[in-house]
T-cell receptor, first 111, second 114 residues
C-alpha cells in the first residue's frame, strides 16, 4: 500500500520553513526519506525506526509517530539547494528493506 | 566506492525488441532492488533480491519482464518483447540488509520504446 504524501507541491522563499507529511494505512516498521533533483537519482536523507525517534541532518529533521502511522520531514531555513522532489519510503513488513515510495512532494525554493 | 553502476544510461529501441538493463551494486551490499519511475505511477518496486536470491517479484508487470542476479556484483533486468508503455527510467538500488544506511540508487537507465 503506497504511503500518501502531503502537500503535493510547496514553493518557498529562501530562509522559510516547510513540513512534508507521509501517512500510511498500514503499521510501519521504518520510514526512509529521499530527495531527488531533476534528472538525477534519489538520494538518501535519513531513516527512522518505530519508537517516535526524531533524527536530523543539517537543517533537515524528521519524526516518526508509529501510532498514527505517520512521519514528517522538517526543512528549516530552506536554502536553494533544498529544491527537488522529496519521497518517503515505508517498510511495513518488519525490516525487509523493501520500500514502497509515496508519490513525492515537489519543493521549490526561490531566492 | 564508485556507487551503484547502471548501464546503459539511455536506451532507445523499437517495439518488439529485447532490452537488457544492467546493474552493479555497491560491494558488500547484499540487497538489490529494481524500481521503475514514471510521471504517472511514480517509483514502483519491480523486484528485489537478498543475497542474490529473488525475494519478491510481485511488482514485475508481466511475463515480458525478467530479472536475474547470477552473483553478488551483477544483476540484469530484461524486457522481451518491449512495448511503448515500458518507456520509463529504471533505477537499480542496493543496501545492506537491515542496515540504517538506506538505499543507494544508481543513475538510472532512461528507456524509450518507439
Amino acid at each position: 500500500q503506497q504511503p500518501v504524501q502531503s502537500p503535493q507541491a510547496v514553493i518557498l522563499r529562501e530562509g522559510e520553513d516547510a513540513v512534508i507529511n507521509c501517512s500510511s494505512s498500514k503499521a510501519l516498521y521504518s520510514v526512509h526519506w529521499y530527495r531527488q533533483k531533476h534528472g538525477e537519482a534519489p538520494v538518501f536523507l535519513m531513516i527512522l525506526l518505530k519508537g517516535g525517534e526524531q533524527k536530523g541532518h543539517e537543517k533537515i529533521s524528521a519524526s516518526f509517530n508509529e501510532k498514527k502511522q505517520q512521519s514528517s520531514l522538517y526543512l528549516t531555513a530552506s536554502q536553494l539547494s533544498y529544491s527537488g522532489t522529496y519521497f518517503c519510503g515505508t517498510d511495513g513488513s518488519g525490516n525487509t528493506g523493501k520500500l514502497i515510495f509515496g508519490q513525492g512532494t515537489t519543493l521549490q525554493v526561490k531566492p | 566506492d564508485a556507487g551503484v553502476i547502471q548501464s546503459p544510461r539511455h536506451e532507445v529501441t523499437e517495439m518488439g525488441q529485447e532490452v537488457t538493463l544492467r546493474c552493479k551494486p555497491i560491494s558488500g551490499h547484499n540487497s538489490l532492488f529494481w524500481y521503475r519511475q514514471t510521471m504517472m505511477r511514480g517509483l514502483e518496486l519491480l523486484i528485489y533480491f537478498n543475497n542474490n536470491v529473488p525475494i519478491d517479484d510481485s511488482g514485475m508487470p508481466e511475463d515480458r519482464f525478467s530479472a536475474k542476479m547470477p552473483n553478488a556484483s551483477f544483476s540484469t533486468l530484461k524486457i522481451q518483447p518491449s512495448e511503448p508503455r515500458d518507456s520509463a527510467v529504471y533505477f537499480c538500488a542496493s543496501s545492506l540488509e537491515g542496515s540504517f544506511g538506506g538505499y543507494t540508487f544508481g543513475s538510472g537507465t532512461r528507456l524509450t520504446v518507439v
